[in-house]
């Protein structure tokens, strides 16, 4: 009787506004966005400030109200079909999934590019190899794949280890040492001026790689399922979102202007910079052989963040391709539950992706293609997750919202136009080229956003045209 009513109690675990303040730090806080930004020096500062303002927050506050009205597993799919239907809640799944499996080779090429810098005698030729690159990208990516078939408590383990060892302790040494660098030499890279507070507008091709910065965002709508763990949801969440913020541009800021100040801006590159930082200081306080041990950190760590996320999104394409959205070959999953048929479609998408490596000028614009390419995916789906919030205001008012947007009907447009209007000029701003990086021919550039874009967005309506009742999971 004791152990029937033991089991009977279920107890609610409670999220405290710090623990969630962590959780959301963690999900967007990485070492690769750095070098991207700081080609803008002290105008990086704004930049990261805007995206916060304009889409963390919002993505953040909006994603805790439908996560708590529409709280089924799902996520965006059930959201976005509450307020435009089952067609459109579809390719925002698809979406979801797909800029996260675009990510993974620019990610990779991270990945690549730090062990080339393990030797720093050859660091540079190595890096620019692109067949190199292109064989550790496959190479880890499958051994990725491979290891996450055994099951998420396998990828747990790796992930815990490797993000204490290749993100946090790697950026608390590079934030220490880069201010002793500093002020120990007296000097920055950069110019130091107000007037590089604020970005020059005119020059829209200026503004690309900074348009990057919402894809370093992405990710906050994961966390917002917690939300209803929380103790009085509707004052905390806010409390946390607005702490969760502040450090992660604390952090951003600081390390962007840490490459800014150690690297010449001529000899910034998206890829190689943060090492060519670490290398620098080490070498200038006599300890070099430290620069090789933080970039072997820095690969183990993506390459456990790679493990975690190669299965997380697919798993909600997984979930929701069950209810009859997806052919009956891609519901297939092994005896430790893993979803291997979508896996193994998302790891061709790679593999056919990475040959761009190949195609394009250099690894450099290849990691900037295919972020560019993501982002412009990831923000098709934030543009309907926004404009669902507001519709279903009016659509859906009966249905109960453990956390509520505050000031009524006013809120949701305020928070939901600023994030949708953002989210769509940074859409705009990606297909066009960046004067810092040498992409081939401008034409050929937008070009090929353009045809993938329409590609991609093609897919999941003719899959979800042509769904049949055989489809639906027994």
Request: hydrophobic letters at 50%.
């Amino acid at each position: 009787m004791n152990v029937i009513a033991k089991n009977n109690k279920q107890k609610i675990i409670k999220i405290s506004v710090l623990t969630f303040a962590v959780m959301n730090i963690t999900t967007v806080l990485s070492t690769r966005g750095l070098a991207p930004e700081a080609e803008y020096g002290l105008t990086s500062i704004f930049y990261y400030l805007f995206a916060a303002i304009c889409f963390l927050i919002p993505v953040s506050l909006v994603a805790a109200e439908l996560a708590t009205g529409w709280p089924q597993k799902g996520g965006v799919f059930n959201w976005i079909s509450a307020a435009y239907g089952k067609r459109i809640g579809f390719v925002a799944i698809y979406l979801q999934w797909l800029a996260t499996t675009i990510c993974f080779p620019t990610m990779l090429i991270f990945i690549a590019v730090s062990i080339a810098f393990i030797d720093t005698n050859h660091a540079k030729e190595i890096a620019a190899n692109k067949e190199f690159v292109l064989a550790i990208v496959l190479g880890i990516y499958w051994f990725s794949t491979f290891t996450t078939s055994k099951g998420i408590k396998s990828a747990a383990r790796i992930s815990a280890a490797s993000g204490i060892i290749g993100t946090i302790i790697p950026l608390m040494i590079l934030f220490i040492s880069g201010i002793c660098y500093i002020f120990s030499k007296g000097s920055v890279e950069f110019i130091v001026s107000s007037n590089d507070l604020l970005p020059d507008f005119h020059q829209f091709h200026n503004l690309v790689l900074a348009s990057s910065v919402f894809l370093f965002y992405s990710g906050m709508e994961i966390n917002a399922v917690h939300v209803q763990n929380m103790e009085n949801p509707s004052k905390n969440y806010p409390i946390a979102i607005a702490i969760a913020s502040g450090m992660t541009v604390l952090f951003l800021v600081i390390g962007t202007l840490i490459i800014s100040a150690v690297v010449p801006h001529d000899k910034i590159n998206l890829v190689e910079s943060l090492f060519i930082t670490y290398d620098s200081i080490f070498k200038y306080f006599h300890i070099g052989w430290m620069g090789q041990v933080i970039t072997a950190a820095i690969a183990i760590g993506v390459f456990g963040q790679i493990t975690v996320i190669v299965a997380g999104p697919s798993t909600g394409l997984y979930q929701v391709g069950q209810e009859g959205y997806l052919p009956t070959i891609l519901q297939g999953s092994n005896r430790n539950g893993v979803q291997m048929p979508i896996l193994y479609v998302q790891g061709v998408i790679v593999t056919i992706l990475s040959m761009m490596l190949v195609i394009l000028p250099s690894v450099q614009s290849t990691f900037q293609i295919l972020g560019q390419l993501a982002s412009i995916l990831y923000l098709i789906m934030y543009m309907l997750l926004f404009s669902s919030a507001i519709y279903l205001r009016y659509k859906s008012p009966e249905v109960n919202r453990p956390y509520k947007i505050p000031f009524g009907n006013i809120g949701i447009w305020i928070v939901g136009s600023l994030g949708f209007i953002s989210s769509f000029i940074a859409l705009s701003l990606s297909f066009i080229p960046p004067s810092q990086i040498n992409t081939g021919n401008s034409f050929s550039y937008i070009a090929i956003l353009i045809a993938l874009t329409i590609i991609f967005l093609l897919v999941p309506i003719l899959i979800y045209q042509n769904r049949k009742p055989s489809w639906l999971s027994k």
